[in-house]
C-alpha cells in the first residue's frame, strides 16, 4: 500500500542504532589551582636530591665524568681564571679544571689543607669525581707567581688521571715508568717525586703523570701515546713546560 506524500513528510525518520553516537555531556572548564605550584615543587625536590644522590653513589656508581662536571662546574674566580688562562687549556683541559672547584690559599691556608711545605694538592674521594678539589699556593712575593700556573697544571693533571679510561691509565703508566729513567739522576725533579709519593708507593703513577706532564719536555717530546694523552688537555705543552723557568 502506497502511502500519501503528506503523511510520509511529516512522520520523523527512526535512525538506526548503528549510526546513533553518544556524545558526553560538556566537561566542566574548572580551573586546576596550585597545578603550577606543585610541578615547580616537584623540580624544586629533584634538584636538591642531586649533590645527596651522587655522594651517597662515591664507591658504588662510577658516574663518567662529563656528567659530573655539568653539575659542579661553576665559573672561576677571576684570579683563578686568569691562571686558567695561561695553562695553554683545551676545554676539556679547563672543563676538568674548573669542575675541581680550585681554590688559592695563602702559605697557612695551604698548610692546613694540603700540609706543611707543599705549593698546592689535589684531593679525591673515591670515584665520586664532582667531590675533586684543587688548592694552590698563592705567594705573597710575586717573584713567585708564576710557578702558580705550574703548580695548578700539576694538580690539573692529577685530576685527569683520575678520569682517564682504565686501559689507557695502565698503558700511561707503562710508558711513564720507562721514560723517568731517563730524566738525568741528578735532577731534583726525583727527589721532589719521592717526597710527592711519600709512603703512598701507590700515588706513583699519578705523580709522574703530574710532574713529567707539566714540568718535562725531553727533545722530540715523549712518545705519541703519551703526548696525545696530554694534548688533551693543553694545547701547547711545550709553551707550558716552559713557563717553569720563569
Given amino acids: 500500500m502506497r502511502q500519501a506524500t503528506g503523511v510520509r513528510a511529516a512522520i520523523p525518520r527512526r535512525r538506526s542504532r548503528r549510526h546513533l553516537r553518544l556524545v558526553p555531556p560538556p566537561r566542566s572548564e574548572r580551573p586546576r589551582r596550585g597545578a603550577g605550584w606543585s610541578g615547580l615543587l616537584l623540580l624544586a625536590i629533584a634538584a636538591a636530591a642531586i649533590p645527596f644522590l651522587m655522594s651517597r653513589a662515591d664507591g658504588l656508581i662510577d658516574f663518567p665524568s662529563p656528567l659530573q662536571d655539568v653539575f659542579t662546574a661553576s665559573a672561576l674566580e677571576p684570579d683563578v681564571a686568569a691562571i686558567a688562562d695561561s695553562m695553554f ?9 674548573t669542575a675541581a672547584q680550585p681554590e688559592l690559599l695563602d702559605a697557612d691556608g695551604i698548610a692546613e689543607v694540603c700540609g706543611p711545605h707543599a705549593g698546592g694538592c689535589f684531593l679525591s674521594t673515591g670515584n665520586a669525581r664532582h667531590l ?7 705567594p705573597d712575593d710575586p717573584r713567585y707567581r708564576h710557578a702558580v700556573i705550574t703548580t695548578a697544571a700539576h694538580e690539573l693533571l692529577h685530576a685527569a688521571y683520575e678520569r682517564l679510561e682504565p686501559p689507557v691509565r695502565e698503558r700511561v703508566d707503562e ?11 741528578g735532577d731534583e725533579l726525583h727527589g721532589r717525586i719521592e717526597t710527592s709519593v711519600g709512603d703512598k708507593e701507590g700515588n706513583r703513577p699519578t705523580e709522574l703523570f703530574a ?3 707539566s714540568e718535562i719536555m725531553p727533545e722530540g717530546g715523549f712518545p705519541p701515546e703519551l703526548e696525545a694523552v696530554y ?4 694545547t701547547d705543552r711545550a709553551a707550558l713546560v716552559g713557563l717553569r723557568g720563569g
Fill in 89 to 97: 687549556l683545551t676545554e676539556e683541559g679547563r672543563e676538568i679544571f
Fill in 211 to 213: 710532574y713529567l706532564g
Fill in 175 to 185: 710508558i711513564l715508568a720507562e721514560e723517568v729513567v731517563r730524566i738525568p739522576p
Fill in 231 to 234: 694534548a688533551r688537555y693543553f
Fill in 132 to 138: 675533586d678539589r684543587i688548592y694552590i699556593l698563592w
